[in-house]
């Protein structure tokens, strides 16, 4: 049985799985913005902005604050630290298996050369 856990880079990566919730960090990444504006930009209805914003929040990559009426956005201060690493070690396994496979190929193509040249 498969198990899921709900540890912060779960929750990042499933919020980064969406494309409105990358375009909305992108877009934080720019400059506060309320919610209205959010949705405003991604042509969107508010509700359905709220929940992206929600899922942000949960992973900690936004934070809000809400003045009078308006709830703003911002980018979180954790940062993707995590993912960045985790990703990284992921990029240098599957380097590491590819220049294996390559040396693989290159042997067999060698072995072939000298069999061909008999």
């Known amino acids: 049985m498969v198990q899921y856990l709900d540890s912060p880079l779960d929750r990042s990566f499933a919020a980064l ?66 993912e960045a690493e985790w990703i990284e070690a992921h990029r240098k396994l599957f380097e590491a298996r590819f220049e294996a496979l390559d040396e693989i190929i290159s042997e067999m193509k060698q072995e072939e050369n000298d069999g061909s040249a008999s």
């Open 17 to 82: 799985s969406d494309a409105t919730r990358r375009g909305i960090i992108d877009q934080l990444g720019r400059a506060d913005a309320s919610i209205t504006s959010l949705a405003d930009r991604f042509q969107m209805t508010l509700t359905g902005m709220k929940k992206h914003v929600q899922v942000l929040e949960r992973a900690g990559l936004v934070v809000t604050q809400k003045v009078g009426r308006v709830r703003t956005c911002k980018l979180g201060k954790r940062g993707l630290k995590a």
